[in-house]
């Protein structure tokens, strides 16, 4: 069982930058590929970046923008989003899976409670 708890989220103007932490509870945390979501509202939930060892993947929208990290000593994945646009807006989910789908929601079987991020234009 993995708990995870979002943090780091906000009111930012377009153009400024956003650290989201999620921190894991559990000993095993190294053995989880870590992903990262967002729920606009009335639109799905979006992949938008994991990382699964030292490899990362991104969703076009915010490659090159976005960055996701972990520090497995902390038990805590990261995400920087930098040069951010009114359309990031939304809630932001990390979740855990050790299946291989990294983009894929359903592979993911531990999810936090998200983190609101809101640009202004």
């Known amino acids: 069982q993995v708990q995870l708890v979002e943090s780091g989220g906000g009111l930012v103007q377009t153009g400024g930058s956003l650290r989201l932490s999620c921190a894991a509870s559990?000993?095993?945390?190294?053995?989880?590929?870590m992903g990262w979501f967002r729920q606009a509202p009335g639109k799905e939930r979006e992949f938008v970046a994991a990382?699964?060892?030292?490899?990362?993947y991104y969703a076009d929208s915010v490659k090159g923008r976005f960055t996701i990290s972990r520090d497995n000593a902390k038990n805590t994945v990261y995400l920087q989003m930098n040069s951010l646009k009114p359309e990031d807006t939304a809630v932001y989910y990390c979740?855990?899976?050790?299946?291989?789908?990294?983009?894929?929601?359903?592979?993911?079987?531990?999810w936090g409670q998200g983190t609101q991020v809101t640009v202004s234009s």
């Open positions: 979740a855990a899976t050790q299946a291989t789908a990294l983009l894929t929601i359903r592979a993911y079987n531990y």
């Open positions: 559990g000993r095993t945390f190294s053995v989880y590929a």
């Open positions: 990382i699964s060892g030292g490899n990362t």
